[in-house]
């Protein structure tokens, strides 16, 4: 068995110095042009060039003020990786099929796995809508024809279910200690049960490169685990 790769990509211009910073977040209420002299991306450009060196493939899930440069499709495609919605105005069935529709228009391809922005803690921006409701996610993405729906839990021993062709991993193992109980799952623990069934691996690029912990655990799973890209239809 293997990862699975799951890539949420919340910052154009990750955290690290205060122009980017805030050009990150500037960015996120009111979508700007993107700024390639502040390095757009370059944080996800950094984890994906790693990923492909290592023959692995991920699913990288895009905001719309993260949507990917011509340079981050090629890198994309040389992996094998899969384009996802990291779903963030979730009030409606109308304005998840709006960011859907926004997404597949820019990339001119089907989109069928999506993940959600926000775990319902934090209002993460002027255009997040903060509660965490699965359920109700669930059957739009079943109405709009998708396979996968990738879940904020925190417990990554809960195993995925699946419904009229829609698979569901409510739970990952994060990356970032922020997010995992380390005490619990340690990096040892990812290592040995990712070797017998699937488990889901959350980070976010900009979070893993500030951090050369961080970054040494994802080295060391992409080192030893093999990744896999699920079927588009199970």
């Keep these: 068995m293997a990862l699975i790769?799951?890539?949420?990509?919340?910052?154009p211009y990750g955290q690290k110095g205060f122009v980017r910073h805030v050009a990150s977040r500037i960015s996120s209420d009111y979508f700007l042009p993107r700024m390639e002299w502040l390095r757009y991306l370059d944080e996800l450009k950094t984890i994906l060039r790693i990923l492909n060196a290592n023959g692995k493939s991920a699913y990288v899930f895009f905001r719309k003020c993260t949507y990917p440069t011509s340079e981050v499709c090629e890198l994309m495609e040389a992996g094998?990786?899969?384009?996802?919605?990291?779903?963030?105005?979730?009030?409606?069935?109308?304005?998840?099929?709006?960011?859907?529709?926004s997404l597949q228009q820019e990339l001119g391809r089907p989109v069928t796995s999506f993940s959600k922005h926000g775990s319902g803690r934090l209002c993460l921006g002027r255009h997040h809508y903060a509660p965490y409701e699965p359920e109700r996610y669930l059957p739009w993405g079943k109405r709009a024809g998708m396979n996968i729906f990738f879940g904020n839990l925190e417990d990554p021993q809960l195993r995925p279910t699946q419904d009229d062709g829609l698979l569901y991993f409510p739970s990952a193992f994060w990356l970032e200690p922020y997010w995992r109980d380390t005490k619990?799952?340690?990096?040892?623990?990812?290592?040995?049960?990712?070797?017998?069934?699937?488990v889901v691996?959350?980070?976010?690029?900009?979070?893993?490169?500030a951090s050369s912990a961080i970054m040494q655990e994802f080295l060391q799973a992409i080192g030893t685990l093999e990744s896999v890209i699920l079927p588009t239809s199970l």
Excluded: C, M
């Design 5 to 11: 790769v799951r890539i949420d990509v919340d910052r």
């Design 80 to 101: 094998g990786h899969q384009f996802g919605l990291h779903l963030e105005n979730s009030r409606s069935a109308e304005t998840f099929q709006e960011e859907l529709q």
């Design 184 to 198: 619990k799952f340690p990096i040892q623990w990812l290592l040995s049960e990712a070797a017998e069934k699937d």
């Design 201 to 209: 691996l959350l980070l976010h690029p900009d979070n893993v490169t």
